[in-house]
């Protein structure tokens, strides 16, 4: 045989014999075979085989053996038992009433959930990390930074002393110099424990796109995912910076009035960061729901359908409905400004951004505008779909729901540019039917919610579109119709329900909290929340706007 130490590469050759080139293959025992072997290996009749061109190798799936009937293999699986299944166990009736499927089925479910983890691992959990790694080393910078003033300060001032406390100086000097030795050690201990996490991590990528392409059922089958251990982030270290005060020059208290340094510490915050976002939205102190909200104020839009309400400032809302005007009110009902669409017809929704822009969707050109400077900027236009509701992200994205013939979907945009789409769950089903209008927005763990009046549901899915629940009324309620919806500082999800002339409450998980049905509602439509949690409904066919405190 060829050395293959001498040489870089050898023909391929027959298992059994080494003629060169062979032009069949075993996919069962993943063996080369030239054709005058094949006999003999199928000869071997303690194992199964299934002999191929080679060229065709790796086309035949390898089900399991079966761990009760030997030489039985498994095309089956039992979910009840979790375990699989050969044509022997199915009849042994152990399985009767069970709920079975193909192999095929689990193959393709756990193949998309290998898909889903390592899109969760490139997209998301690697670029957290590689973002603290980039932290941690601004950190070393500014720190490096922070005691190159410390130096200076403390050498300016024994500067301005005389040459008895050159010794003294150089105490101080080295004192700094071991907690810059020792900040820079911890700093650099993190930054190799994230190091190794990303690099892990990417391993594990690797690892999961060879097990995709894998021809091995047992081996996909029984994956386990281990992005559990990447979501446990580890604890953010924050250290408390030394810092120099001195004295005037005192020749009879050198020692204590040269100036002191402060000792430098670390606190490890073990939830210092999170997967939900490279930037977190802090959340205030928990603030209970009164027991009985009620309303502050009461603006008259003067609309004979009022369509959405979107808020400025604590102090400013603007509003839309049947007119091509948009009226911007202040809360004691003072008319303060109005921009007229650019096509002339009514906007089908608005929001506004975090710089106070205010932007639109134009129902005839089929656009989302942005009013900036008092001008009308295009920014985006959908083609082949009709854009039916905008918010405006943490992040300062766009969630926009959209929807064509039968399919119904959220697209975020950054600018112009399409970031990001979430139209289908992990098997493929829709999230989102079709067939009404659907109101979004943004929680403050960067969950997306959705109120869909179809299906009368609100559907609420995590950052990268996996659904985390629905929430479908209360049976103490009629039949459930959620139009406009809203999140508020504790991460509340607040709904309109036309239906029930009510608002509905529920917690950042979906859990019914109140209604508001005490202030006297009539066919509530669309709705806000300010900073100061105060709450702005808008009454369709008043024109008016309810400002109500719940919190």
Not at 394 to 401: E, I, K, P, Q, R
Not at 432 to 456: H, Q
Not at 459 to 483: D, E, M, S, W
Not at 525 to 544: H, M, P, R, T
Request: with cysteine; hydrophobic share 35%; glycine share 4%.
């Amino acid at each position: 045989m060829v050395d293959t130490m001498t040489f870089a590469q050898d023909v391929l050759r027959c298992d059994l014999c080494e003629t060169p080139i062979p032009s069949m293959h075993c996919d069962f025992c993943h063996i080369k075979l030239c054709k005058a072997c094949v006999g003999e290996h199928l000869s071997d009749l303690s194992k199964e085989h299934k002999v191929v061109r080679f060229k065709d190798r790796g086309s035949t799936l390898i089900f399991p053996e079966c761990t009760i009937h030997m030489k039985n293999h498994c095309q089956l699986f039992c979910e009840d038992c979790d375990c699989p299944l050969c044509l022997s166990c199915l009849s042994s009736n152990s399985h009767k009433g069970h709920t079975l499927k193909h192999f095929l089925e689990i193959l393709k479910s756990r193949q998309n959930d290998i898909d889903t983890d390592i899109k969760e691992l490139q997209d998301f959990i690697c670029p957290i990390y590689e973002e603290i790694s980039l932290d941690i080393i601004k950190e070393k910078q500014s720190a490096e930074n922070h005691y190159k003033k410390l130096k200076s300060d403390v050498t300016k001032q024994g500067a301005d002393w005389h040459k008895e406390i050159d010794i003294l100086v150089k105490n101080k000097i080295s004192n700094i110099e071991e907690m810059t030795q020792k900040h820079l050690e911890t700093l650099n201990e993190k930054e190799f424990e994230i190091n190794q996490n990303i690099s892990k991590a990417k391993q594990v990528i690797l690892d999961l796109k060879k097990m995709l392409d894998s021809n091995d059922v047992s081996l996909v089958t029984t994956y386990k995912s281990c992005n559990a251990f990447f979501r446990t982030l580890p604890p953010k270290v924050t250290a408390f910076l030394p810092s120099f005060s001195f004295e005037k020059v005192n020749r009879e208290q050198i020692s204590q009035l040269f100036g002191s340094l402060s000792t430098l510490s670390f606190i490890k915050e073990k939830h210092g960061y999170t997967l939900k976002a490279l930037e977190v939205v802090p959340c205030p102190p928990v603030k209970p729901l009164l027991d009985d909200p009620e309303i502050i104020g009461t603006i008259d839009t003067g609309y004979k359908y009022l369509n959405s309400v979107s808020c400025l400032s604590d102090e400013e809302i603007w509003t839309c409905g049947n007119s091509k005007v948009m009226k911007l009110y202040n809360l004691h009902g003072k008319l303060l400004r109005t921009i007229q669409t650019k096509s002339k017809i009514p906007p089908r929704e608005i929001a506004v951004t975090e710089n106070g822009e205010l932007v639109y969707i134009d129902e005839v050109t089929q656009t989302i505008n942005l009013v900036k400077n008092k001008q009308i900027e295009e920014v985006i236009r959908l083609m082949g779909w009709i854009a039916e509701n905008v918010c405006v992200a943490f992040s300062g994205d766009l969630l926009v729901t959209m929807a064509r013939d039968t399919e119904s979907k959220i697209v975020r945009y950054s600018g112009s540019s399409e970031k990001q789409t979430i139209q289908f769950d992990h098997r493929g089903k829709p999230l989102f039917p079709s067939g009404s209008m659907k109101y979004i927005a943004e929680n403050r763990n960067l969950d997306v919610c959705v109120a869909d009046i179809a299906t009368g549901a609100v559907i609420v899915v995590n950052q990268i579109g996996k659904l985390r629940f629905r929430y479908t009324g209360h049976p103490c309620k009629g039949a459930f119709y959620p139009h406009g919806i809203a999140t508020d500082s504790q991460s509340q999800i607040v709904t309109t329900d036309s239906n029930n002339h009510c608002v509905h409450i529920l917690d950042e998980n979906g859990k019914f909290l109140r209604y508001i049905d005490n202030c006297n509602l009539s066919n509530p439509w669309a709705i806000c929340v300010n900073s100061k949690d105060n709450l702005f409904v808008a009454e369709q066919y008043s024109g008016k706007v309810k400002q109500i405190k719940y919190i």
